[in-house]
């Protein structure tokens, strides 16, 4: 998931945000329990309007984020304080955390969040970041051996976008070459977990390498400045990563921000499907 250099005004923002959430007596909650009696997870009350505000905020044309009730983050160790207590009060229904990438690097902060999460009945899942100079079964085998099998935690996801800024691997195979690695990722991450796995991914990069020829995924699309149906035509979506300059109470710093595809009843319904 990309990251936002841009630091400026945010303590600021967030404390204006988090000033106006308090006037208004807090986000508004529904009291609905997502739970999933086979994960043994329960995400509590769901709150029906976040509280969010973004550091480079998009004025939306056509159906924005906000015409979806369900919304969460995603972080890794450049989140290096997050109170997840706070956090889901104010909006955060799930959260993505990256715990690996390639085949030997582990997430610093993946652990304090996977646990930190939990704690706070935040559903929440783990991310993988593919490296296109190591194979699809090195890197699956590197995902299970760092990701716990867990009661209650969503499906595992894996990161796909091309990393031109790489010092070590620029390499961008062919379309059928990605295909077939990340199958291999897929099929072996799937079945250790027994969950349909999640592809996040960003427009150029579902393009080049066709990416819904992809089976047994559920795809989870960044569009920034776009409702998905714009920049991914005729495609169907799980997740939409709609911001990454995002503030949210609780979380320092700019995060990303995520909604599911779907109403209250449609995620409770999703997590007691999908969960462990």
Aim: hydrophobic share 40%.
């Amino acid at each position: 998931m990309k990251r936002t250099k841009n630091r400026r005004a945010v303590g600021f923002l967030l404390a204006a945000l988090m000033a106006l959430a308090g006037c208004n007596g807090g986000a508004h909650v529904v009291q609905r329990s997502a739970t999933s009696s086979s994960a043994g997870i329960v995400a509590g009350p769901v709150v029906a309007s976040p509280v969010f505000g973004d550091a480079d905020p998009v004025e939306w044309k056509g159906r924005g984020p906000f015409a979806y009730p369900v919304h969460g983050i995603d972080v890794s160790r450049y989140q290096t304080s997050v109170d997840w207590t706070t956090a889901r009060a104010y909006g955060v229904s799930f959260a993505f955390i990256k715990a690996t990438e390639g085949a030997d690097h582990a997430d610093s902060g993946f652990q304090r969040h996977w646990y930190g999460a939990a704690q706070a009945g935040v559903p929440r899942g783990a991310y993988h970041f593919y490296y296109f100079c190591r194979s699809a079964a090195e890197q699956a085998r590197w995902f299970i051996a760092n990701v716990p099998r867990e009661r209650g935690a969503l499906p595992p996801v894996l990161d796909l976008e091309w990393n031109a800024g790489s010092r070590t691997c620029p390499h961008r195979p062919d379309a059928n070459t990605v295909l077939s690695e990340v199958q291999t990722f897929l099929n072996m991450v799937g079945s250790y977990y027994d969950q349909q796995p999640i592809v996040y991914t960003t427009p150029d990069f579902w393009e080049h390498n066709q990416l819904w020829r992809l089976h047994g995924a559920q795809p989870w699309l960044r569009s920034v400045a776009a409702h998905p149906s714009e920049r991914y035509p005729g495609e169907d979506w799980t997740f939409w990563q709609y911001s990454g300059t995002g503030l949210v109470p609780g979380v320092a710093g700019q995060v990303d921000l995520n909604t599911f595809a779907g109403s209250h009843r449609d995620w409770a319904a999703w997590v007691a499907d999908q969960s462990l």
